[in-house]
């Protein structure tokens, strides 16, 4: 199957993907998914050996990830191979690797080899704590991020100790942040004609995920802590129980603190000197949450949700997966699509969360098999069928079947 364009955005460059698990792909996904023709370099099973990192080829994570690519499976550790890999890096924009620091260069793929081959190549890494220093050997995990970052320290309720978010976030963001560095340097060799290596690593990003909570730190020297639920510095503003479930309310500013007050009917708490304004709120946090919950626990959640909404104050239920995809805005935001594989029957997975009015993204094919379009991929630089089964019997690549 030749390259079919989920998008037309970037229907012209070519991605040379070299990723596993999460924060690659992650990357990768977005320049797919934006018409990319991504060429997925995999192991040949039988050179992998056992499961491959990033779990089961079939199951929803991989599938989720791995949508609108074709897939070649190659031996880069075999001459063979890396002959096969220079010649695509010839013709490709992008190459994309998660490997520890060390692995690029003994497999000859670090920029300065990419870039003698191709000028115009960008070299994206993305590795746990960066490409040298004192960590820069040290497998990176997610989970070792969001601790080494701060982020668990900020996370969870004051006095029950670090906790994790639900989500690999220190994964997600560094991937997010080096597809947003492709495009630049993408962006930058319209001028200059000439290709770059980015960087960037789960550690990098998750400190950035700190924002305002790093600045309170590096400008005031002021340690965050945890604040469970609680706004750190916007007052009210939290989890409450209702009489069926439980709610978010978000009371930021003057203004909104007063229909806010008016909605539970304690004008006087507009006027109390503990509460009358934000430093007061924030001194007498506890007590005044512990007055709020007394309100709200009175009506159900929905009935808070109509209320407060029409009174112009933040408020939303706090739903569950499936609550979130069953909800009126998301189901007309049409954020679930469906995708059919071959293998698979129709799935749904989360779009991109940005439209574009006139090149939009679309889910154009399913994850690709092992080396499905292996094949097709080596034609594609001038090998003939007599070479590709020779390639094949030396089990330098593979094809699917």
């Not at 001459?79 to 010649?87: H, I, N, P, S, T």
């Not at 520890?100 to 497999?107: F, G, I, T």
């Not at 920029?111 to 191709?118: C, D, P, V």
């Not at 009126?328 to 469906?338: R, S, W």
């Amino acid at each position: 199957m030749p390259h079919h364009p989920a998008a037309a955005v970037l229907d012209h460059v070519k991605v040379l993907d070299l990723t596993r698990v999460r924060s690659g792909p992650t990357c990768v996904r977005q320049l797919a998914d934006w018409g990319a023709d991504v060429i997925k370099v995999e192991m040949p099973p039988a050179v992998e050996g056992g499961a491959a990192l990033g779990g089961s080829r079939h199951g929803s994570d991989f599938q989720n990830l791995h949508r609108n690519k074709r897939s070649l499976a190659l031996d880069l550790k075999a001459e063979a191979g890396k002959e096969v890999f220079r010649k695509l890096v010839a013709n490709a924009d992008v190459v994309v690797e998660n490997y520890r620091p060390d692995v690029k260069n003994r497999l000859g793929i670090d920029y300065e080899s990419l870039a003698a081959i191709n000028p115009r190549i960008i070299l994206a890494s993305i590795s746990g704590f960066g490409q040298d220093g004192p960590y820069a050997k040290r497998p990176g995990f997610d989970q070792i991020a969001q601790g080494m970052g701060g982020l668990m320290s900020i996370t969870g309720a004051p006095g029950e100790g670090p906790m994790r978010v639900g989500i690999p976030i220190a994964d997600l963001t560094a991937g997010l942040f080096a597809a947003q560095g492709i495009l630049l340097a993408l962006l930058e060799r319209d001028k200059s004609g000439k290709g770059q290596w980015l960087q960037t690593s789960l550690l990098e990003a998750q400190i950035f995920m700190l924002d305002f909570q790093s600045a309170r730190w590096l400008v005031d020297e002021d340690v965050p802590g945890q604040a469970g639920n609680n706004h750190p510095t916007s007052i009210p503003t939290g989890v409450f129980a209702t009489s069926d479930g439980h709610i978010n309310i978000a009371v930021a500013g003057q203004e909104i603190w007063g229909r806010f007050c008016r909605i539970l009917s304690h004008e006087e708490w507009m006027t109390d000197p503990e509460f009358e304004d934000a430093p007061g709120r924030s001194e007498n946090r506890d007590r005044l949450n512990r007055l709020i919950g007394e309100a709200i626990a009175t009506d159900t959640s929905a009935g808070w949700v109509e209320k407060f909404n029409a009174a112009g104050v933040p408020c939303g239920p706090i739903n569950d997966i499936g609550q979130v995809f069953d909800d009126p805005q998301v189901q007309h935001l049409g954020i679930a699509q469906p995708l059919t594989s071959p293998a698979l029957g129709e799935m749904r997975f989360a779009r991109q969360p940005v439209s574009l009015s006139r090149t939009p993204s679309s889910f154009a094919v399913a994850p690709p098999e092992v080396g499905e379009h292996t094949a097709e991929i080596l034609g594609d630089i001038g090998y003939d069928a007599e070479q590709i089964a020779a390639l094949q019997d030396s089990g330098v690549v593979a094809s699917e079947g």
